[in-house]
């Protein structure tokens, strides 16, 4: 079993993720962080806390950084709607936060296993440069690191970035430089990962999972998110699946910066596949085993 660690902004893509992390057997989700990102922080810790008892978790969830490191905070809730979790209503969270700031429990959690515990992020990366800067260490504790952020393309918040790292380019460039090698799971590889007619009709069966959550998440964010019909992108959803199955996930060594000057290409991740590598960087998905490991783990999720 693989232990995971998840720092996100929930947001539709990321409720997704959880419940994926969750439905997977062979992944154990041993905490939740929160980020401000699409929605204010109030919301993304909220929604966290929502979901845990939605899905029938149990898992500590920690709230982090409301804010970026230094510029001024810009949500999504355009795309995810203004609360996060598009036209999906849970019911109040029973759960409660655990009292520790998330860089601080990031800290902990890894430093009490060391090498045992993957840690990815699906929203900006503000919480992961805190940590970093205070623990350079984590680096070495962490199996690895993944994070859904960037691209070697183009950008969906401007056209040179990607909404994650446009957000906070700074954190990420502080963690694009730390002492470990950055799975980036980026748009390239992401937006192979779209929620078409097809995909959804398998999710007819899962009760109050699809009609309470996935229809409601989805009807919203395939509306907001630009994708004109062909499925909204769940990209949150495609760094839980590297994490359960590397093999799912082509990908080639690179060096990426993220440029934190530009006027028009702020959070741009310039990625050189030819430079001395401080990353992997997704490049193909398996379309066809990414759906059938969503559709089996939220079925697990239903049926229990
Ligand atoms: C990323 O930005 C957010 O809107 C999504 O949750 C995802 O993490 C995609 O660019
Ligand atoms: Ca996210």
Same mark, same amino acid.
């Given at each position: =079993?693989?232990?995971?660690?998840?720092?996100?902004?929930?947001?539709?893509?990321?409720?997704?993720?959880?419940?994926?992390?969750?439905?997977?057997?062979?992944? /154990?989700?041993?905490? #939740?962080?929160?980020?401000?990102?699409?929605?204010?922080?109030?919301?993304?810790?909220?929604?966290?806390?929502? #979901?845990?008892?939605?899905?029938?978790? @149990?898992?500590?969830?920690?709230?982090?950084?409301?804010?970026? !490191?230094?510029?001024?905070?810009?949500?999504?809730?355009?795309?995810?709607?203004?609360?996060?979790?598009?036209?999906?209503?849970?019911?109040? &969270?029973?759960?409660?936060?655990? %009292?520790?700031?998330?860089?601080?429990?990031?800290?902990? =959690?890894?430093?009490?296993?060391?090498?045992?515990?993957? +840690?990815?992020?699906?929203?900006? !990366?503000?919480?992961?440069?805190?940590?970093?800067?205070?623990?350079?260490?984590? &680096?070495?504790?962490?199996?690895?690191?993944?994070?859904?952020?960037?691209?070697?393309?183009?950008?969906?918040?401007?056209?040179?970035?990607?909404?994650?790292?446009?957000? @906070?380019?700074?954190?990420?460039?502080?963690?694009?430089?730390?002492?470990?090698?950055?799975?980036?799971?980026?748009?390239? +590889?992401?937006?192979? $990962?779209?929620?078409?007619?097809?995909?959804?009709?398998?999710?007819?069966? #899962?009760?109050? #999972? /699809?009609?309470?959550?996935?229809?409601?998440?989805? @009807?919203?964010?395939? /509306?907001?998110?630009?994708?004109?019909?062909?499925?909204? &992108?769940?990209?949150?959803?495609?760094?839980?699946?590297?994490?359960?199955?590397?093999?799912?996930?082509? =990908?080639?060594?690179?060096?990426? %910066?993220? /440029?934190?000057?530009? =006027?028009?290409?702020?959070?741009?991740?310039?990625?050189?596949?030819?430079?001395?590598?401080?990353?992997?960087?997704?490049?193909?998905?398996?379309?066809?085993?990414?759906? @059938?490991?969503?559709?089996?783990?939220?079925?697990?999720? $239903?049926?229990?």
């Amino acid at each position: =079993t693989k232990k995971l660690l998840l720092d996100c902004d929930p947001g539709i893509d990321d409720a997704l993720a959880i419940g994926l992390a969750h439905g997977i057997p062979d992944l /154990e989700l041993v905490g #939740l962080t929160t980020v401000g990102g699409n929605v204010e922080l109030e919301h993304t810790t909220d929604n966290a806390l929502r #979901l845990v008892d939605f899905y029938g978790m @149990d898992v500590q969830v920690a709230r982090g950084a409301g804010r970026p !490191l230094v510029r001024e905070p810009k949500t999504a809730a355009d795309v995810h709607g203004a609360t996060g979790l598009g036209g999906a209503v849970l019911p109040e &969270a029973r759960s409660a936060l655990v %009292d520790a700031h998330a860089a601080d429990f990031i800290i902990d =959690t890894l430093a009490a296993a060391p090498g045992e515990i993957s +840690l990815a992020a699906v929203g900006p !990366l503000t919480n992961i440069a805190l940590a970093l800067r205070k623990e350079p260490r984590i &680096a070495e504790w962490a199996a690895e690191f993944v994070i859904m952020g960037g691209s070697y393309t183009r950008g969906n918040t401007t056209p040179a970035a990607e909404f994650n790292v446009h957000a @906070d380019p700074e954190a990420a460039a502080v963690v694009f430089g730390g002492a470990w090698r950055t799975v980036m799971i980026g748009l390239d +590889l992401t937006h192979q $990962a779209r929620a078409t007619a097809q995909v959804r009709s398998r999710f007819a069966g #899962l009760g109050r #999972l /699809e009609a309470e959550l996935l229809t409601p998440c989805l @009807d919203f964010y395939g /509306e907001h998110d630009g994708s004109h019909g062909r499925g909204p &992108a769940i990209h949150d959803a495609c760094a839980v699946a590297y994490v359960a199955n590397p093999a799912l996930v082509r =990908t080639a060594p690179a060096r990426v %910066d993220v /440029e934190v000057h530009g =006027t028009f290409t702020a959070g741009m991740t310039v990625t050189d596949f030819g430079g001395a590598p401080n990353a992997d960087v997704a490049t193909e998905l398996d379309v066809p085993a990414f759906w @059938d490991l969503f559709d089996d783990a939220y079925r697990r999720v $239903a049926e229990q």
